[in-house]
């Protein structure tokens, strides 16, 4: 086990469970849960996060970046090249109208984004800075904008290489693209990755999807209820899972599809407010995000340690590369399977370089982080960033935006547990999408993978912050390790589509329809 | 030239009279071709969850079935049935302007439409269809109570 990570759970340990905590609870129904839990999952969790030979660098974000860096010049830029097109797609300015009724790339990409906006936005960013320093920004910012580029590439293979049923109906994903793409390219070995992907997928699906979500859900209404059991939360938040994606109750879907994207907003709004108020540290603060990323100012490990968290966070929280989002996307009606690969590289752009952004300044700009006038660097509490009420993660944010409006933690309390709830949603489905692939699709097969979804989420509420966050971070990076290969092998065949779609773009063959 | 009529119902009682009065016209008229339009309210940006999406291609036709059969395909028979040609129509969209979009496309002279039975709180805000329409199409409309 690495550094950063020891240092980043015990931080976030201490700042969501107080210790007084972990000694009520000893030898309580969550702690034999904790211990368990932990025990399983270990091996598993160190392999992922092991770093290069030699360095502290775990080897998972280094193959990340250089995915997203290797697919941002393979299709040379083309998250830069295609963004006004990209825009134009989402407004519809190229949608037939007579496909009016069927998915809009804006709904795809909506559906995709309330699966990512979440909690990686919110306590995701507040690690990453509370131990990172401000420069973790710049590179996460970086990594959102090179992370584009992976978008792009796994949901145009999503949409291209989607299953569509004689009922209309449509199932879509990396485990279709690499079995499909593979045995098109005669290709060795595309059924075992397939399914070795649908095995992590699922896992993600239960760990970050869900028990991450889960516990921190509940790590925000015991912060304001006070301490009590978290397998009560999490029997709470499982039986209004289990209402909507078992018991097919729509409305508690409808009301949570409509509530997101306001939350969502609301949190952009609140920020720039923040952000107008003190318009006058705005330029100090891009100051220390600059220094601070290649210098460190002081933070544990310096200019490696920002890097590191920076990255991290930023995959984290868009997903780019870890393949869930092809699965989400591949259910848009069009012709043109790169369009939605188009309409999906703002996903980071707006999750990572606005929102994760906008966290990110709002910590630094409200003096959260304490630093040392005299020196010009942060303070340091153990490995990370000494903080004015010893807060991070979501507590760490809470108290920036807290410290500007007083009433908006109330608000953020409750837009975290809708983010967790919307995320718990969007991942049961990419989950099932997985199960089913390797199941087989039947109402039997489907029940006893939405039950699962459902027995983890009060795990989740009920394990301490380190082994689920292990796992969860492990989970998802695991499904990243075989989609991103298998990207390097079909990247040729979105190379083809590249090209195709730019030629007929400019002799005028792609047309705007008038609306 | 044959003269062009929309008629848009909504599949409320109050669409019957609409057709009627169409009827009405057609006979007046003489050579005149009545195209009967449904419009599934429906906007692309709303916010769904991921199975909706997945099950929106299968539900579109489902839906658009369901118009023609019950809305429709009753009212075309009808007229066909006195003699008046006429032809149906479904599409997905904001009511007003896919009225107005096929008024425009088809070249018909007149719209005529029922005054909404449906009013409450958002209709007041915003304007129903049939207020909508009125005020933004380009064809004379012509709204039966």
Known sequence: MNFFKTSMLSAFATATLPASVFAQEAMTLDQKVNETFAAIT????????????GTAFPWIVMWLVIAATVFTLYFGFVQFRFFKHSISLVKGDYADPNDAGEVSHFQALATALSGTVGLGNIAGVAVAVGIGGPGATFWMILAGLLGMASKFTECTLGVKYRNEYPDGTVSGGPMYYISKGFSELGLPGGKILAVLFSIFCILGALGGGNMFQANQAHAQIAGITGDYPG????????????????????????????????MGILYVGAALIILVINYDMIGWAFGQIFAGAFTGLGVAGGMVGALIQGFKRAAFSNEAGVGSAAIAHSAVRTKEPITEGFVSLLEPLIDTVVICTMTALVIIITGQLIN?????????????????????????????????????????????????????????????????????????SELIFKLIFCVFIVIGAAASLGPVIDFSDAAIFAMAVVNILALYFLMKLVKAELESYSERLRAGQIKKFKH | MTTKLVVGLDGHKSGDRAVDHATMLASLIGDCELIIVYVVEWSPYSFQTAEENEQRHKRREQEISMAMERVVDPAVAKLKAAGVNARGLVRHGDVASIIMAIAEEEGAAQIIVSRSSEGGFVNRIFGS???????????PVTVVS
């Open chain 1, 231 to 262: 397998w009560i939360t999490g029997i709470v938040f499982a039986a209004v899972v289990y209402a909507v994606i078992i018991g097919g109750v729509k409305s508690i879907a409808r009301v949570t599809e409509k509530v997101v994207p306001f």
């Open chain 1, 42 to 53: 270990g091996p598993f969790v160190s392999f992922i996060f092991a770093p290069i030979p």
């Open chain 2, 129 to 139: 269809a049939t207020s909508n329409l009125v005020m933004h199409a380009s064809v």
């Open chain 1, 372 to 444: 040392d006038p005299e020196t010009g660097l942060y303070v340091l509490d153990g490995s990370r960033i000494a903080t004015v009420d010893g807060n991070t993660g979501v507590a760490l944010t809470s108290a920036a935006f807290g410290a500007s409006i007083s009433w908006f933690p109330y608000v953020l309390a409750i837009a975290v547990i809708l983010f967790a709830f919307s995320t718990m949603i969007s991942w049961s489905y990419y989950g099932l999408k997985a199960w089913t692939y390797l199941f087989g699709e039947g109402k039997n």
